[in-house]
């Protein structure tokens, strides 16, 4: 693949940081990679020459190992992720099995379709897994990529949404993406919630979402990594709750959320950066600076 456009994921800066075991030395990072199709090997018959599509977080699987063959590719026990155990898309030109990359939806331009790419495809797994429903109340922990394409998801279902967020910037988007109320992240939200969905890789956040949590409700963990979840006081889990976290997308998760996302469509902010920027922008995403999702333009 020709690459034009490369989302920047927190996951990146897990990888970079070594909070991530290293997998793969030196690493391409980059897994929510948008462009065309170069050149294909002589087997690959999937997509023509040209035809736009993108590779996300899932590289490849065995598909043979047990997780495979009931339907949990994302558990498989065989996997490669890209830009993590091989190269990604911070990069001119990327490699991909044919039967992993998605055909990109006609109305996104490359740089807004990237963050679709993880933020989105994982905002919608976590979605599905936080059990929300038509009419629900959902909480939103953390208000970057992810959250940002989640909520506009999560309205298009009917579910009234509550933002929980440090960054007064970040709150600020949630409200003008139709969030009902938005606080600080162990601010109370004014109603209990049916659902909730921490995207923040910060564990201290867990016992606060349980609170917000109604009995039997479901609090789902976006991310791939969070600090030390604390001693949790028995109470705030009883009564049904359940806490779940996420691992990884299947295809199919990839494949039902961009046929969601053209519908609706999803709007995605982002904010732009040559590729020679990435460092920069990789800063700014650890600062809690970016507005929606940090997207690298390749040229
Ligand atoms: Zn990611
Ligand atoms: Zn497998």
Redesign the pocket.
Known sequence: MRVSAC?I????LHVIEGELAPRKSPITPG??VVGVIEAAGESAKLHPLGARVGI??LHSTDGSCEYCKAGKENLCDQPSFT?YTVDGGYAEFAVADENFVYPIPEGFGDLKAAPL???GI?GFRSLRLSGIERGGRLGLYGFG??AHVAIQVARYWGAEVYACTRDVRHQKLALELGAVWAGGTVAEPPKKLDSAIIFAPAGEIVPAALRALKKGGTLALGG?HMSTIPPLDYNLLYQERVVRSVANNTRQDGHDFLRVAAEIPIHTEIEIFPLKDANRALNALKNDAIRGAAVLQVD
Do not use: E, F, P, Y
């Not at 994921?9 to 990146?12: G, K, P, Q």
């Open positions: 989302g994921c927190r996951t990146d897994h929510q996300a977080w830009g790419l993880c933020a994982i990529a992810a791939i």
